[in-house]
């Protein structure tokens, strides 16, 4: 069991106490035990029992129960508080802005106990005279089931796509003559997809054979040449059958999206044509005339033209990316210290390190104060001297307030080498609200990069709404990169706006926002998602050598420094 699926179990222990009213002392401590878990750079399952207590913030009663968890999969104490919940009750605290006491009176008080009958109750106007609801309060509830019913049945790329190669891996050794690849929506990297198709030479019947049917597994026919196989709480696999000599073709047509095979195949001023037998796709470009399309770069016909024009650039990897921007030690939310993240930083082959732990406005996340700044800068100055020519730079991720204006007095702003500028309180805004904050910490001169530009959470908060346009020409204005958070449940900025930032001369910068040095890993994610929009290199702030990277703060200080009286 990984420290994520402890974490979720805790969470939601801590939420199922608080809405029975149980021993609020208790209730905290597993939130905070949620909390840690979920943070940490160590497996819990890969620890002995010694070192399992020795941990920082596992205490005995915590300790026991992901021991259990670990060995048998379950918490006794979970279940029994689960077996007197209604069922629906679990899928209302999934709705976002929800909180268990709000739960508790409207199970209580209303007796709802599915969300469709709190759907049912918002649209009847029932919950606007409930104490500490009102009219605002319904109209999100509503707004939030919605986007709960889009998305029902979807998962992450990065989840789904790690179960899908995981079975092509596997079916590769079981039989090692036959052909197997992942195609459609993960292989063009979809940030998140509801199945992972996958076509193969193999038999059917042979194929089936390999998945025995159970409670928590169904197998299904759709067509002679198409089997689905879904695992419960896994996302579907999509099986399409194929014979040796078609296998490249039809990975071909099943990997590009609808708009760009009907492109392909009726072309815009010509028909390319899809050959049946050929030895890789590869072949079908080029005797096409066409340069080489990415399969990420297959969701709109328009690339065709690029293609036809041997005008598509050299998409961004994991290996193009030289630095570890965004990230959070134990000063704030972290779990590591300076040193052993610059250490690991090294390790992983990285060139430098921005840390950029919460502003003191995230309390909630230890955010500095300026004189724990102070202390910081003093240690990464000396670690910096110990582990030079690897150099940690000093940055902050300053709180967007409400107003727009960022933490801080312009004093200590100027104290750091960058500034990370992100909003994380008072989410819910109308366009017009979210757009007048952004735009005034755009224009704010100690902002260097936008950080999570719409604040959404992928399968769990919509984000708020902005004018991508105009947010991208206020940040070519002022000079402000725009980050492509690399956390797969976020990946924001959306990779649909890239293709708009690089033309406007916008940077962007791949950034894992790492709370622990685990978390590094999570910039393959970012490049994935950058290669969607076409993203490169040399477009990328976190692909600059360090002197490239020192040459760019000291320019960018320039234009923007003018006219700062500090």
Known sequence: MTNKQIADQFELLSKLMDLHGENSFKTKTYAVSAYNIDK??????TLDEAELFNMKGIGESTGKKILELIHTGRMTVLEEIIANTPPGILDIMAIKGLGPKKISVIWKELGIESVGELEYACNENRLVALKGFGAKTQESILQSISYLKQNEGFFLWSDAVAVGEGIVAALRTNFPNNLFSVSGAARRQVEVLDAVDIITDLDKTILRKQFAESEDVLVEVIADDVLHITVTMRPKLAFRFVTKETFYSKLFTTTGSEAFIDGFIDGFNAKYKVPENVASEEEIFSMNGLQFIPPPMREEAGVLNKAAANALPTLITKADIRSIIHSHSNYSDGQNTIEEMAKAAIKDGFEYLVLSDHSQAAFYANGLTPERIAQQHAEIDAINAKLAPFKIFKSIEADILNDGSLDYSSSVLNTFDLVIASVHSNLKMNEEKAMTRVLKAIANPFTTILGHPTGRLLLSRKGYPLDHKVIIDACAEYNVVLEVNAHPRRLDLDWRWIEYAIEKGVLLSIDPDAHSINGYKDVYYG?????????????????????????????????KMGSVIV
Do not use: C, D
């Open 40 to 45: 940490l750079g160590v497996e819990l399952s």
């Open 527 to 559: 490049a994935m998602i950058g290669q969607k929009g076409g993203l490169t290199a040399k477009h990328n702030l976190s692909s600059f050598t360090l002197p490239q990277f020192e040459e760019f703060l000291v320019n960018v200080r320039k234009k």
